[in-house]
């Protein structure tokens, strides 16, 4: 405790009464990180990963900006073997191990060094793109070195850490800094994804998946990426909180092949000091409700367009990825406590947290071999499709799971949301599967992409 004080002290701003003195004891001549690395490295792991990608084989048109296009998607694909490195978090002695999905979430092999030396093969457990996690488990062993889980609720700006992991394949790498910021969303998008601890500590390439700790040695949050226009760290990295893994190692140990988050069936903005001036609040804070699908679990509990949720379970929420956090840490409960503001008045509403209903039937369709568009399959839209596809909740119909090979050529796209073929509108997946496969020649389809209607001739 002595060694911390005066390490905080000697980080701390001079004052202007600062006094600059030499240091008057041995203990502060030594003073240092290494009892504390030596204490929590050995649980971060090097993962070494093999996997394998369908390249295609190179024609003089590839870079020619007008031919390109025309032959995208022809000749034959070979299959390549690629390697990768990263890093990964012990959890448990009997070999359950946390790292990012974008390092072993498409691998074919997985290699766990330890920082000992010793060597294991890992297999994925549980894996989800979204939140940029994986959870791994190395098979027959017992009593590893682990870290333990930081309460998340606990973590304060201004924290000292330590990042470790594997930068650029040199090895086990320490790295020092403090907790710069909470409730970060990356700079990527509002989904539950994009919610952070921020870090200067210096995070690297090869860094994924390592230890952000504490400065007890417990586990902040799993190192997932940085903010750079050059690749290399300008002190701005982000951990995924120990509250998420958490719940990953949860749904991991029941089974789970991938993680299923409660879903909102919502939409929303963060309400910013204008609005909140119009709903008579003297400060911002809490998601004003802009959409709900009339099967949310929200618009059951009672919440209407217009309301605000201030909180979940207690903790305020300033965005609608901090909302889906908050509910995704929750998981393991069957319901959350919600605060509704409406009409100036606050409620306590009972949410339920539920995956996204697989309801009504999805009536999948491939098309034969010997349509049009062999291999295209379609879906009918539902709140579990919503979900997998990133859909507005508003979306309804008739969507392309897998455009296939030629439905990929002519311009269709997984998530486009058929509206008509051949001046028919779409109601079923059978209705619209019999036209592409009737369809020989001047074929048209009316689509939505995202926020934008596409036609597509072919």
Known sequence: MKRLLFLVLCLLPFSATAETRVPQSQTEITLSFAPLVRETAPAVVNIYVRFVTQARARTPFMDDPFFERLFEGFGQTQPRVQNSLGSGVILSDDGIVVSNYHVVGQATDIRIVLNDGREFDARVLLADQESDLAILKIDDVE????LSLRDSETVEV?????????????GQTVSSGIVSGLARSGGSNGRGAGYFIQTDAPINPGNSGGALIDMRGELLGINTRILSRSGGSNGIGFAIPADLVAAFVKQARDGNDRFVRPWAGATGQSVDSDLAETLGRDRPGGIMLAGLHPASPLAEAGFEVGDVVLAVDGAAVGSPGEMLFRMSVASDQDSAAMTRLRDGEEDNLTVALIPPPDT???????LAEDSSLPGLQLARINPAVLAELNLPIAADGVVVLDEGAIGRRVGLRRGDVLERINRQEIETTTQAARLLSEARRGTTVRAIRGNRRIMLRF
Do not use: K, Q, S
């Open 143 to 146: 009593d590893l070195p682990f």
């Open 360 to 366: 009504p039937p999805r009536n999948e369709v491939t």
């Open 158 to 170: 201004g924290e000292l850490t330590l990042a470790i992991g594997n930068p650029f394949g040199v």
